[in-house]
């Protein structure tokens, strides 16, 4: 007989889970063979650990599929198919009864039926209809029941099941757990950030989304979800030697520039913010949620999720809400003309104030939806910037003019004068502090020289060649930005702009 186990406690981590069964054995004086089942297709057999409420010895342990085991109580199949096979037949019956049913109620070609007849078959044949109707209504739906139950059984009877030899001084009832790391299991964090004002910090909200492959669904059971990973290598690095040596290229090439391109991106498309409505509402309230124990251990952090939850197999996850607290931050505007120009409503925020795991963040301004983004921290640098959405009391232009190539007949170089325009204005009478950043490109070869010319009193970051303003604008006074700058290189090679 194969003894049953449940799930009474998993501990999840980023990309595995420790799961924790319980069960109980009736076991006689002396060596006892047993069959225990819950290990899964991907568990790993080689973490299972077996541990017993009184004194038992662990003689032997080994994995067989459980068809390989003597069980006159294992369920079986056979009465499970007769059935489907019975619906089968029942509903090929109900479509010949329709058909049947549909045909006599055809007096086109008939005289010998009375008219009273007609209208009594007619006005009966709508319920007829519908009667058999819902009836294979309700045989298809038993009959996928019983397809699911089916196949459920199936995977019982290929499953792995542990053959323990064990050995007890006493006879008697043993209370057992059944422990074993399973590979298709983890979950994810998930952030909420809200923006109330910019005199408020953020608002933020940490969840996670569990998710389970395991063929079975988790009831009621226990979970702690670790930040860290126990499958991933604990091997330490080796420090190897650095060495220097010359390089010798084949050939010759200009390099041409580096571009200002090479600016950061802003990887936020979100929608734009909504001003607050005027008609009165109801009050809503969130509800409230019981929040994670958080406790930090020797290499990771734990969150202790409040009483017993349901892990749904193949579900879009498990959200849990691990814990809630405020964030400061500094807000400003922020547009990147070269590269969008939009206005971002950006928020500053230190390294130190956000201890977390980088993960995906849904953005609310005010309680409007402005959208996702990824929120990572730069171990580089003391700050982060976050996008908080777009700010469309903000407009932003920006106008390249021709470029203008010159180069005497005599002379071994060209030049060409660059220039663009930048034009911000606001929609709003109040002063709006806005950071503006663009770019020139810097050279990567001797041969090529770039020289800045108006910079409209920008902060020059010579060795990327970024160029920063920070100006305050209004509906009755907008920002005008002039840059310009001449590029020179030798007249027999060709340029080459990243």
């Not at 009465?79 to 096979?85: A, L, Q, T, V, Y």
């Not at 091997?235 to 041409?256: D, H, K, M």
């Not at 001797?446 to 303003?469: M, Y």
Request: proline share 4%; hydrophobic share 35%.
């Amino acid at each position: 007989m194969v003894e049953k186990t449940n799930i009474v406690k998993v501990d999840v981590y980023r990309s595995s889970a420790v799961v924790t069964r319980r069960g109980s054995l009736t076991l006689e004086a002396g060596r006892n063979t047993v069959y225990i089942s819950g290990l899964t297709v991907s568990s790993l057999s080689d973490t299972v650990r077996l541990r017993f409420s009184g004194s038992v010895k662990t003689l032997d342990i080994n994995y067989i599929s459980a068809l390989d085991v003597e069980d006159s109580e294992r369920p079986e199949t056979a009465d499970i198919e007769k059935k489907i096979r019975d619906i089968d037949k029942e509903l090929e019956i109900c479509e010949k009864i329709q058909e049947l049913r549909e045909t006599n109620a055809d007096f086109t070609s008939r005289s010998d039926v009375s008219v009273e007849a007609q209208e009594r078959v007619i006005n009966e044949l709508p319920k007829q209809l519908m009667s058999l109707y819902e009836r294979t209504t309700e045989l298809r739906e038993t009959r996928k029941k019983l397809e699911e139950e089916l196949s459920r059984l199936q995977a019982v009877r290929n499953e792995t099941v542990i053959k323990a030899d064990l050995g007890v001084e006493a006879g008697g009832q043993y209370d057992f757990e059944l422990q074993y790391v399973e590979q298709n299991a983890g979950w994810m964090p998930l952030y909420e950030i809200r923006y109330h004002s910019e005199k408020q910090p953020l608002e933020v909200i940490m969840k996670a989304t569990i998710r389970q492959g395991t063929r079975e669904d988790w009831e009621k059971v226990s979970v702690i979800l670790y930040t860290g990973n126990p499958t991933v290598s604990n091997t330490l690095s080796v420090l190897e030697p650095s060495t220097l040596s010359i390089y010798a290229p084949r050939y010759a090439r200009a390099n041409g520039m580096a571009a200002g391109s090479r600016m950061m991106k802003m990887a936020c498309e979100t929608a734009s913010m909504v001003e607050d409505a005027c008609v009165e509402e109801p009050v809503f309230y969130e509800a409230a949620m019981d929040h994670a124990v958080v406790s930090q251990e020797e290499t990771m952090t734990s969150y202790e999720l409040p009483g017993k939850r349901d892990i749904i197999h193949n579900s879009d996850g498990n959200s849990a809400e691990l814990q809630r607290f405020e964030v400061r931050a500094q807000y400003k505007l922020l547009t990147v003309p070269p590269l969008d120009t939009r206005c971002f409503l950006i928020a500053v925020i230190k390294n130190a104030d956000w201890p977390l795991p980088a993960a995906s963040a849904k953005i609310y301004i005010k309680d409007a939806y402005a959208g996702q983004v990824f929120v990572a921290t730069d171990p580089e640098k003391e700050e982060f910037e976050l996008s908080l959405g777009v700010d469309e009391r903000i407009s932003v232009s920006r106008k390249v003019s021709p470029e203008k190539v010159s180069g005497a007949f005599l002379k071994s170089t060209k030049t060409k004068q660059c220039e663009y325009k930048i034009r911000v204005s606001s929609k709003v009478s109040d002063p709006l502090s806005v950071i503006i950043r663009d770019s020139i490109p810097i050279s990567t070869d001797k041969s090529i020289t770039v020289e800045t010319g108006e910079l409209s009193g920008a902060k020059f970051d010579e060795n990327e060649g970024f160029l920063t303003w920070e100006k305050t604008v209004s509906s009755t006074a907008p920002v005008e930005i002039r840059v310009t700058y001449a590029v020179s290189w030798p007249k027999d090679k060709t340029l080459n702009q990243n």
